[in-house]
């Protein structure tokens, strides 16, 4: 069974930055997306990439901020999170899977998850 491994969670200063890392190998997915959970707070999307062409997208509230990007040649997908918030703080979560473009955006077609890694932010 693929597993997702995310790396790069941590420690970080409110106004710092943040690279996560997701190695997920292409298998059959056509996607690969991030989540995060807050402490308190239901799961909720951050970002999401389609292979072939198919776009990124990134949470409306996250625009400007972060960012996602893949490594073709080592199947590693990024999440650059800039200028970082307090409220970033949470648990992310890489995932993979086939959702369909209307859904893109939400769980539903995510079928492999990684265990996630914490970022904490400080104020």
């Known amino acids: 069974q693929v597993q997702l491994e995310e790396s790069g969670g941590g420690l970080a200063q409110a106004g710092g930055s943040l690279r996560l890392s997701c190695a997920a190998p292409p298998n059959t997915f056509n996607a690969v997306g991030w989540f995060r959970r807050a402490p308190g707070k239901e799961r909720e999307f951050v970002a999401s990439?389609?292979?072939?062409?198919?776009?990124?997208f990134v949470a409306d509230s996250l625009k400007g901020r972060f960012s996602i990007s893949r490594d073709r040649a080592t199947n590693t997908i990024y999440l650059q999170m800039n200028s970082l918030k307090s409220e970033d703080t949470a648990v992310y979560y890489c995932?993979?899977?086939?959702?369909?473009?209307?859904?893109?955006?939400?769980?539903?077609?995510?079928?492999?998850w990684g265990q996630g890694t914490q970022v904490t932010v400080s104020s």
């Open positions: 995932a993979a899977g086939r959702p369909i473009l209307s859904t893109v955006r939400t769980e539903r077609g995510y079928t492999t």
């Open positions: 990439l389609r292979w072939n062409g198919g776009g990124t």
